[in-house]
Structures are given as C-alpha cells and as structure tokens.
C-alpha cells in the first residue's frame, strides 16, 4: 500500500435479468470494473452484485448465490455494512450498471423534482415485476451518512435517468431505461430518507435532479444528462458493454492508476465525443479527488483534451472561451509514462467557431506519433488582442534582469517599462517611498488589495520579476474572462430566452454600471427558455478579490428543458410550470476586504447561455490572496478543470454552436448597523 493508498470499498452492481428489456453488457460492465480494481487497487474490498439472464428464459431466480442478488435489501445492508466497518479517511466506489428510471414525485418531499419525477435504479427483485427501485433520495441520505463519517465517495451510474423521451433506437445501441412499476405504498421510504429534508445543503436549480449533495464531499459520474438515454453497444461481436464503463476503463487504463477525476473526466468525454456524439456524460462533485485513493492529481489540471471529428484536430473552446486564430498549445499524450520531448508536439488554432476551433500541427513532418482523441492542450501562446497591458515603472538596475524574465513566462499579459505615456494601460505599478511599490487600476485608482499583496510578497524575499509575473498573470486571466462578450448574439437565439436578475422589490438589475446593495440583501436570478430545443447555463462569481468560482454547486452547466420537453412532459401528465432554472443568493463584504478598510465592494456575476452544453473551468481562479501559500501559488492555472464531449448527435452537430453572455454588476455596502 503506497503513502497515498488507503482502505477502500467498492460496491459494484450489474443486472442484465430484466424481465422487461434485459440487457446482454451490465454484468460484463462488473466484472471489467472488477479487475481494474483487483489489478490496481489490492486493497479494495470488493462486492459485486449481480443478475446474470438465465439460459431459461423461464426461469425467474437468478443463478448467482443469494447473497450476491442486486435486491435492496442486499444493497441497503452491504451499505449499511460498509458504514458500520469503514474508517474515516478511506474511500467506497459505487457502481451500478443497469436500467434507471424516474419514479412519481414524493409529495412530501421538499428536493423532489415535481416536473419531471424522481430519479431511481432498477433493482433485481423477486416479485411479479421482477424489479424494485432504488430511489434517489434513499441513495442520497446513505451516501450523506458515508460523508458525514469521513469516508470519500464516488458514485458511477451507466444508466439513464430521461424518463420516457427516448430517442430512435440506433444499430448495435440499447437504451438502459425503465418505467416504474410500483408506487410509494407498495414501497415505504427507507427509515433514512428523511433525513435529508433537515439538510438544507442540497441543489435548488428548478430543472435539474436534487438529490446531490454538498459537492465537496463526494464525486459523481452519469452517463447521461437529463432528457437523455444512456445505452449499451456491442463493441465485439456478441459483446456487449454500458457505453460509459467502456469509456472509463479505457480511460483508467490510458491515465495511470493515480489520476484525478477531472482528467478521467476528460478522457471520458473525449472518447464520447468521438465514439458516441448522441450521449452526455456528466460528472457532478468535487473534481479534484482521485477516483480511488486520496492521491494527488498528477496531470497538469490546466490541461484541454483534443477531440478528432470529420478528419479534423478539434478543441472543444472557441469564441465563448475566448479563443483567437493563431493561439497555439503544446500537445501531449494522454498516458504521462509516454510523455518525453519529442512527444509534446505544438499545434495552432486555425477556423474558429463559437463552442470550438480546429487545430494545425506546426510540426506535422516531425512528428513521432499521431495526435488523436485524448490528447492533452496546454495553452503556450494567446492572441495579442486578448492580452492585458502592464505599465511598470521599476528602477533601471533591474530593468534589464526582469525583462529577460518575463519574455517567455506570462500569457496573459504584456509588461511595458519605463514608457512615458502610462496612461493607456490597465494596470500600472510604481515604486512608493516605502522601498515598495503600489498598483493602480485603469481608473488610476489605488488598488488595496493588490499593493497589499504585491508589498507581502516582496516582504517575503521573492524576486520581484517572479511577484510581478505571478500577480498580474493572475489579474490577467481574471480580466480576459471577465471580458469575454458577444456583441452580436445570433438573433433567433437571443431572442428565445429570458434572463432576469432582481432585487427582493423585484426591480431588475440590468446594465453596464454597478448597481448598489446591502449585504445580505437576497437577489435572484431566473432564466426562462421559450424555445423548442434546451440550452444550458453557465454561471460564475468574480469577487472583488479577484477570484472566478463556478457558482452553480456541484456541476458546471444546468440544462433547462425546450418547448418539445415540456410538451412531452404536459402529455405525461407532469407539471411543467416550473421549469427553467432560478436560485436566490446574496453577497457580503470578506473579511480580508474588511481588514484592509472597506465598506463595500465589487462583484460580478457572468452568465453564459449556450445551444449546447461546454464548460469554463479553465478559468477558475482562488483569491488573489492566496498565491503567497505554500509553493509560492506560482502557478495560477493549476485549477480543477473539466473538459468535454458534451454533444447530442441528434440535436446539434458537435462543430456547431451558439452563445450568449452577460455580466451583472452588484456594489455590496457594508450596513449602518453591522
């Protein structure tokens, strides 16, 4: 066992005897994930729960040994048994290859999804119907449970949770889904069940299932998002497997053992992307964790996987992320034991479309190895238009020394010294009679917090070209998001949403000024789709302290329903008065901004409204505060990053796309009485 490597528990659950739509991979799926395990991970206990189909097909009783019959009772109690026995600190793997379906609504419920029911998994039974579910909010109050006692959780479900919208079934594809056959008194809630009413830390986006925890706690990969089907496929002949643990276990395999979920995560999507455009996976919890083991990350979390589409080198960002004709990326392959120097091939970003760009080898006659789905893009060089100016007014001793510094470090911003016209920049540093120096921002007003960080870190003894490029690398990329507009949305597009963010009076906060609040003051933010087809949100908090957080918990886009889902919905009898997405917050002064004298401060919330759904994580920024820790936070791109295949074959093509976004502007004043 490594210094890393610690106790875990692994419940695997693959049921192809349905006597409804059985399927031929889910059993298969168990015993691939199983030997991962056992090849990877010896100190994984292992229990797989399995329904084999019988050569019989009369015969109702499976051929496995009671006790390894994937009931809920079997399930309950082994969980149960696995919380009763584990240790703070180690891990359980969840598993489960089978039919999902959406159950009614529980009425009492507060989290329950009364538009388009509650998600649950298929269990094997012994009864007339052969299955009993396990309902979501049940899984949830077991997983808290493990949460709250320490233990690290993730759960993967190759199923699929779309209700009845099922797509036209393809060759050699085979939907995982059921309707629910029984009802709330056949079935009484588990006695843990109520628990999570009395916890007030679960999603509370409208559209989108509710059962998740807090996302710090836990990792969560589905093969689907919603509205969706999730599908096996014969991938040898008389083979079949669930398209996601196929994709996961040549993504473990092509990674290494001890890779965070984030680049699994992309490898996955990548290989959808790819191999079956039609379904989304979707990953939900905290991305940082390793899959199965507290091992650190070892890819470089700023890293972009490479999709092939139509004999094309493709990169899942285009103008929504800010990419330019003639940024360029360094390549390299997925697996780091076969990544050497002559690897790493450099690659520019040609035709740019509006969620993604194709890519050109500069070195195509050199090249060693062929650059195919999987691979990893490190952004090397940003289009000039999209760098930020710095004037630096630093004393000509070291002006030779920090010049040869900064030609091949930043990338996001261009220091300018000792010119004599500072006033067109959008930061300037200049020495202070203190032996330090002070920043003022392209108001030519002081910035606290930057001159407060910028005299810390010198105070340390850093190099002052190493301060200076760690800060504003930092300040840069903050700025370049923040930037990020459309000025010329598609019109049809523009015009079939509603995005609305008002105050408790219900005045709408619209415009490019900053608008004044109290803290605490509850805003809310509501998005309306009057379109036939979905679109997907996007939302992110840039803080005063120059920190980018993706604020939707848990998650990286939400998704609310078109017109041809809710119609579908109203014929099945569901409500659909409440789809779209809406969530209540406020904003406060920090502490750090009130220790340096502030009464108020800035924030900035960004939206983003896509066709289909892609992600920012590479981003994501902490407070600027924290880039004096520990390993000096030297390097501001090392943030958790998802990338994607997020496509649906049927609904776009994966090189199309359309985008939309805005900014809203909150001034928060600290009140009279606090």
């Known amino acids: 066992m490594t210094a890393f490597e610690s106790r875990g528990w692994a419940v695997l659950i693959g049921i192809d005897h349905y006597k409804d739509k059985p399927l031929k991979g889910a059993v298969r799926d168990v015993a691939k994930i199983s030997a991962y395990l056992e090849e990877y991970h010896r100190s994984v206990t292992i229990y797989p729960f399995t ?242 083991d507290r091992s650190p990350p070892i890819h470089d979390t700023s890293s972009v996987c490479t999709f092939t589409r139509e004999n094309r080198l493709c990169l899942d960002a285009g103008q929504a992320h800010g990419v330019h004709a003639g940024d360029q990326y360094d390549l390299s392959p997925p697996n780091l034991s076969a990544l050497n120097e002559r690897s790493v091939q450099r690659a520019q970003v040609m035709d740019v479309r509006a969620l993604s760009c194709d890519l050109e080898l500069l070195n195509k006659s050199s090249a060693a190895t062929v650059v195919s789905t999987g691979w990893w893009a490190n952004l090397r060089l940003l289009h000039s238009s999209g760098r930020m100016l710095v004037h630096l007014d630093i004393p000509t001793a070291e002006q030779a020394g920090w010049k040869a510094a900064s030609q091949k470090s930043q990338l996001y911003f261009d220091p300018v010294i000792g010119d004599d016209d500072p006033s067109s920049y959008s930061i300037r540093v200049i020495p202070n009679e203190q032996a330090s120096y002070e920043v003022f921002d392209e108001k030519s007003d002081r910035s606290k917090i930057l001159s407060s960080i910028l005299q810390r870190m010198i105070r340390a003894s850093l190099p002052l070209e190493m301060v200076i490029r760690t800060i504003f690398e930092h300040v840069a990329k903050f700025t370049f998001f923040r930037n990020i507009a459309n000025h010329q949305p598609a019109e049809e597009f523009f015009s079939s949403f509603d995005v609305r963010l008002v105050n408790d009076a219900g005045e709408r906060l619209d415009g490019n000024d900053f608008k004044e609040l109290f803290e605490q003051d509850v805003l809310t933010l509501d998005v309306k789709n009057s379109s036939r087809k979905m679109i997907y949100i996007s939302l992110f908090y840039l803080s005063p302290e120059y920190e980018i957080v993706n604020f939707i918990q848990g998650t990286d886009c939400m998704v609310v329903a078109g017109s041809e889902k809710q119609q579908i919905a109203r014929i099945e009898g569901k409500d659909v008065s409440k789809t779209g997405f809406e969530t209540k917050f406020s904003t406060s002064i920090s502490e750090s901004m009130k220790g340096l004298g502030a009464d108020c401060c800035d924030n900035i919330f960004k939206i983003f409204i896509t066709t289909r759904p892609t992600l920012f994580t590479q981003f994501q920024l902490p407070t600027i505060s924290n880039l004096d820790r520990l390993d000096s936070g030297l390097r501001t791109d090392e943030y958790q990053r998802r990338r994607r295949a997020l496509l649906d074959e049927q609904r776009y093509d994966p090189l199309e796309g359309l985008w939309w976004t805005r900014n809203f502007y909150i001034r928060t004043r600290a009140r009279e009485d606090s």
């Not at 989108?208 to 093969?223: C, G, Q, V």
């Open 51 to 292: 329904a084999t189909r019988p050569s019989d097909v009369g015969r109702d009783l499976l051929q496995e040994e009671n006790v390894r019959w994937p009931t809920y009772e079997n399930i309950v109690g082994k969980f149960e048994d696995i919380l009763s026995k584990a240790n703070p600190g180690e891990f359980v793997h969840i598993h489960f290859s089978g039919h999902g379906t959406r159950c009614e609504a529980n009425k009492l419920e507060e989290f329950s999804n009364k538009a388009t029911g509650d998600l649950a998994l298929v269990l094997w039974a012994a009864n007339s119907t052969g299955q009993r579910c396990l309902k979501g909010y049940t899984l949830a109050a077991l997983i808290k449970r493990m949460i709250d006692k320490g233990l690290q959780v993730t759960l993967v479900l190759d199923c699929c949770f779309s209700g009845s919208v099922m797509r036209h079934p393809i060759k050699h594809y085979r939907p995982r889904y059921l309707h629910c056959c029984h009802t709330e008194t056949e079935y009484p809630l588990h006695e843990n069940d109520s628990t999570l009413a009395k916890h007030p830390i679960l999603r509370s986006a409208r559209n989108h299932t509710r059962w998740l925890l807090n996302p710090e706690k836990y990792t969560i990969l589905a093969a689907a998002n919603p509205w969706e089907i999730a599908g096996e496929f014969e991938h040898a002949p008389n083979e079949y497997s669930g398209a996601l643990t196929y994709m996961m276990d040549i993504a473990l395999r092509h990674c290494g053992s001890y890779t965070g979920f984030g680049a699994i995560y992309q490898q996955i999507k990548s290989l959808f992307h790819e191999k079956f455009p039609k379904q989304t996976p979707a990953a939900f919890g905290n991305q940082i964790q390793s899959l199965f």
